[in-house]
């Protein structure tokens, strides 16, 4: 059974970056769709409202209000990623991230979201900025 696998992450200043993979394991990428979402302390995993996704069969990007401008999403075909670049991190972004396939992008807006109930979410990958 294929499993995505998230890597990259890490403890960066504010106004920092870092970039996250998605690999899967145990086979190929199983989406052209795929979103990024995470976990911040004391809050639950959702679902319902990623912070970026890619569908790569028409290179269409969505990106929630809170990282537009500051994080990009690509998608790397011949290495099989889905990577997350995040730029000018702030004490919000921390967080466990997690990338989850068939994600939804709407014909228009800039929401996109995990199919409900998603419920096979991997280990993540922790992301920490402190000064």
Not at 40 to 49: C, I, L, V, Y
């Amino acid at each position: 059974q294929v499993q995505l696998v998230e890597s990259g992450g890490g403890s960066v200043q504010p106004g920092g970056s870092l970039r996250l993979s998605c690999t899967a394991s145990g086979g190929t990428l199983p989406s052209d769709r795929i979103g990024w979402f995470r976990q911040a302390p004391g809050k639950q995993r959702d679902g319902s409202e990623a912070l970026a996704c890619i569908d790569s069969s028409d290179g269409r990007t969505r990106y929630a209000d809170s990282v537009k401008g500051r994080f990009t999403i690509s998608r790397d075909k011949a290495n099989d990623a889905v990577y997350l670049q995040m730029a000018s991190l702030e004490p919000d972004d921390t967080a466990i991230y997690y990338c989850a396939p068939d994600v939804v992008l709407p014909p228009s807006g800039s929401r996109c979201y995990a199919i409900a109930p998603y419920n096979d979410w991997g280990q993540g990958t922790q992301v920490t900025v402190s000064s």
